[in-house]
Nanobody
């Protein structure tokens, strides 16, 4: 079993900041790319940012310059620093990790999601 547990979501005013965390644990052989996705009500889940094992990053155009993704490979932990938040960023944020389990089988794992609400 593998678990991804997100934390750090909540209610924040426009212009504020949040830091999301995602801790992966369980029967993991290796993790390659990790990423954050968000899903607003009535919309599809979309990629926000992702980071490879060697630190290469990719961001959605809508968050460039505002969000920073990072990871601690030793602790299998992923972070998302969110600055200058806008109401349009309101969504459930999901952590994703792609890697191999202890049987060396390729897997894509998902967290349960954490709500981010940007509102005054």
């Amino acid at each position: 079993q593998v678990q991804l547990v997100e934390s750090g979501g909540g209610l924040v005013q426009p212009g504020g900041s949040l830091r999301l965390s995602c801790a992966a644990s369980g029967s993991i052989f290796s993790i390659n790319t990790m990423g954050w996705y968000h899903q607003a009500p009535g919309k599809e889940r979309e990629l926000v940012a992702q980071i490879t094992g060697d630190g290469s990053t990719n961001y959605a155009e809508s968050v460039k310059g505002r969000f920073t993704i990072s990871r601690d490979n030793g602790k299998n932990t992923l972070f998302l620093r969110m600055n200058s938040l806008k109401p349009t960023y309101t969504a459930v944020y999901f952590c994703n990790a792609k890697g191999r389990d202890i049987n060396y089988y390729p897997v894509s794992w998902w967290g349960q999601g954490t709500q981010v609400t940007v509102s005054s």
